[in-house]
């Protein structure tokens, strides 16, 4: 009798571990939230202000497990966890979607938004809040956008001019459209996941890279990067993504709380992550170990005007209606 109830109980838990629900009544709900970068980033603050929030109001239904760093997924597997409901909370980089949406591609083109105030705008309008269910037919469903900031690029030498590039090998995220950008102006690139890129540097396999302030500064990037040009070329934030069936199994009203925490770490996520990059680039300087150089209004719009040919590339992809309500964001109304 006793065996007999050890082995339904066992059935029971191995299905409960492998079943999708939050549902269980007496277990609290446990939220493992995975990413690659480090505590001390607008992503990394975002996911611990989440957790303190959660556990100091519904502490006891719902645990929050913050893994950073890529210490128990990287980039290579982690959506693939998520959708495997092996991981409940993610915040990759917009580029890291390409498989699962192309529409998302419009954050990564080229000197298409004049700053981070524009992404901002684009991401509340409706065709920017459409794009967080761009994926729920592949598991994965949006609940927010955070900023990390904009991207520069770094590298052995001042890159004023597009011609500057030509010849370099440079790191690039699992982005089709960032792969273009460089084969356009004559370089290399290589898609390395993010926990491999000092590495990469430091052995020569590449030369370059790009990646914003509080990156560069919090992976030691720098420390091997002669020059970093002040290019604010392309946005890099985060879509908050979440395993749709799993998200939905949250009773109602406890997930009406989450979604409340996260609205408001949203808040202070992107109100916070300007004002890190700012500071992250004071840091870099005050070691005087790379030298940083701004693009001038011409030099910039003259990377614009060469770039312009990759947004032709991949509209189609993303859509001529979306990649308009991209460009209109830079005005500023
Ligand atoms: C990168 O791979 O460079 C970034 O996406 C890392 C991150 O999450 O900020």
């Not at 210490?71 to 290579?76: E, H, I, K, V, Y």
């Not at 004559?186 to 590449?206: H, R, Y």
Request: net charge neutral; aromatic share 8%; charged share 25%.
């Amino acid at each position: 009798m006793f065996k007999t109830f050890i082995a339904v109980a066992s059935c029971v838990l191995a299905l409960a571990s492998t079943s999708l629900s939050a549902a269980d009544a007496t277990a609290p709900i446990v939220i493992k939230f995975s990413h690659v970068v480090a505590d001390d980033t607008p992503k990394g603050q975002g996911a611990l202000l989440f957790k303190k929030l959660v556990e100091q109001r519904l502490g006891g239904q719902v645990q929050v497990e913050v893994h950073p760093n890529s210490s128990l997924f990287g980039d290579a597997d982690e959506l693939e966890a998520l959708r495997k409901n092996e991981v409940q909370l993610l915040a990759p980089s917009l580029a890291k979607f390409e498989q699962y949406t192309k529409q998302l591609q419009v954050f990564d083109l080229p000197f298409l938004f004049d700053d981070l105030d524009a992404v901002n705008r684009f991401q509340k309008r409706a065709k920017g809040r459409q794009l967080l269910r761009s994926m729920e037919s592949n598991d994965i469903v949006g609940l927010a956008y955070w900023h990390n900031g904009m991207r520069q690029f770094s590298g052995p030498r001042a890159l004023r001019t597009p011609k500057d590039a030509a010849g370099l090998a440079f790191r690039i995220q699992p982005s089709d459209v960032i792969e273009a950008q460089f084969a356009r102006i004559g370089a290399t690139s290589a898609k390395i996941p993010f926990a491999e890129t000092l590495a990469a540097l430091q052995s020569g396999k590449v030369q370059a890279s790009e990646n914003t302030w509080s990156n560069l500064y919090s992976q030691k990037l720098y420390t091997v990067q002669p020059v970093i040009t002040e290019s604010n070329h392309g946005a890099l934030d985060y879509m908050l993504v979440s395993n749709p069936r799993f998200w939905y199994s949250i009773p109602h009203a406890t997930r009406t709380q989450l979604e409340a925490i996260i609205d408001e770490v949203t808040f202070a996520v992107n109100h916070a992550a300007e004002e890190q990059n700012r500071a992250d680039r004071e840091r870099i300087v005050a070691t005087g170990k790379t030298q940083v150089v701004s693009l001038s209004a011409e030099e910039r719009q003259a990377w614009r005007e060469a770039m312009r040919p990759v947004w032709k590339q991949f509209e189609p992809n993303i859509g001529e209606d979306i990649l308009k309500a991209a460009e209109i964001v830079n005005r500023k109304k």
